[in-house]
């Protein structure tokens, strides 16, 4: 049988090791002898083999998108975000276990990098690592699982338990239009990297971090703050070795800083937000301000948006990051009303907006989440729109492809 290059199908030879895969497509087996001959003898035999051929629908066009970030820097807020540009709420797998990690939409299912973790909470603590060290995670299931998605293939996909630490049965993922995977590893297997079609880093400083994830574990969680301490020391030698690094594949990197409008602030209920975006990827046009390519600094309160204390301070301009062509866009300060922020977006270009004010009523649909009031949030939001503009991007391409093959 002969498949050609552009073919929907795809071929293999299934081994007893090869689990995991669900066939939810047209699908062929194959059997067929072979003749195999031993170097010993001149006689030969007979073999059973087996080829599966695989065919999809032909409309199986899943977008892989990573985002990679330390536990408790804000990555469920993130998904939220970007689940509600594309439209509807993300929930649990219906009927499944109510211990999943998973976020399934119409159009987009977020799946946790933690359920590829090879050593559950007892494994890594009597292997004396933590889940950040790339021992502690199964890279080459994950590998073969986010591939077979991106192909149109479901998968049984694991689940870690946060509640009891330990490994739970699978859970049956379809493929998806557009599948994030959100995590601590999504960039760091060159394999898995190879199949995002676009990246995000959130960077998040140490003092920030530890604030945030006092309130996150303390309040949601009920962890002591001690052990919230020794939690973060243990950890920040294979953050800096495996975790941190990632950042320099990214696209998009959202770097949230301790603010520099107050001198000496170590109360951080004021951020610093840098929106850092690779210049030359493929279906993204980074956002600037004013004039593009320019250095700017603005200072937008007076008339047209209320600042209280101690204002509010946006700058963009071009710089290099990891040896690559960025442009920055940087907001120091929180908004006192989000209604105001269309003064704001007005002077932003490149938003990927589909009508005006789309960021600002966004924003104003999630006031209640974390960072609605600063950049983190505002700058979440432009890069949930940008996905979304990427994603349409690439469907009219690979739709336009056969056409133009056919011409």
């Not at 001959?37 to 599966?52: A, D, F, H, P, Y």
């Not at 950040?132 to 338990?161: C, H, T, W």
């Not at 990246?199 to 530890?210: A, C, G, H, R």
């Not at 690779?278 to 700017?296: C, Q």
Request: charged content about 25%; aromatic content about 8%.
């Amino acid at each position: 049988m002969a498949i050609s290059l552009n073919s929907p199908c795809s071929l293999y030879s299934p081994t007893k090791t090869h689990l995991g895969f669900f066939n939810n497509q047209r699908q062929l087996a194959v059997f067929y002898n072979k003749r195999s001959s031993s170097s010993s003898s001149s006689s030969s035999s007979k073999q059973r083999g087996c080829l599966v051929i695989t065919c999809s629908a032909g409309d199986s066009q899943t977008i892989v998108i990573g985002l990679a970030a330390d536990s408790g820097c804000g990555k469920s807020t993130f998904m939220r975000r970007l689940t509600s540009v594309f439209g509807g709420a993300a929930e649990p797998p219906k009927g499944g276990n109510p211990d999943s990690n998973t976020l399934i939409s119409e159009t987009t299912t977020v799946i946790c990098l933690d359920d590829y973790h090879s050593l559950d909470r007892t494994g890594r603590k009597e292997k004396g690592v933590t889940a950040l060290d790339p021992r502690a995670n199964n890279f080459d299931l994950m590998y073969e699982q986010v591939k077979a998605m991106k192909d149109g293939v479901s998968v049984e996909k694991p689940i870690y338990n946060h509640v009891t630490g330990l490994l739970d049965p699978p859970e049956l993922i379809k493929p998806p239009k557009i599948l994030v995977i959100e995590g601590l590893h999504p960039m760091y297997d060159a394999r898995v990297r190879e199949l995002l079609d676009f990246s995000i880093y959130l960077d998040i400083s140490n003092e920030v971090k530890f604030a945030w994830k006092i309130q996150r574990d303390m309040t949601e969680r009920g962890h002591s703050l001690e052990s919230i301490k020794a939690s973060i020391e243990a950890r920040k030698p294979d953050f800096d070795a495996y975790i941190d690094p990632q950042k320099q594949y990214a696209d998009a990197v959202i770097e949230v800083l301790p603010t520099q409008l107050i001198p000496d602030d170590n109360e951080g209920k004021v951020l610093r937000v840098r929106l850092i975006m690779k210049e030359g990827v493929k279906y993204f046009s980074p956002v600037y301000l004013f004039d593009e390519g320019s250095t700017i600094e603005w200072i937008p309160c007076g008339r047209k948006l209320t600042c209280s204390y101690p204002g509010i301070k946006f700058s963009y301009g071009p710089d290099a990051y990891f040896g690559h062509e960025v442009s920055i866009l940087e907001m120091d300060g929180k908004f006192d009303r989000l209604d105001e922020l269309i003064y704001v977006e007005s002077h932003l270009s490149n938003l990927s907006t589909k009508f005006y004010g789309e960021v600002t009523q966004q924003m104003l649909k999630h006031a209640d989440f974390p960072g609605s009031n600063n950049g983190t949030g505002l700058f979440q939001t432009i890069v949930g729109l940008k996905i979304r503009d990427l994603y349409e991007q690439i469907i009219t391409s690979k739709a336009a492809a056969p056409v133009e093959a056919k011409a």
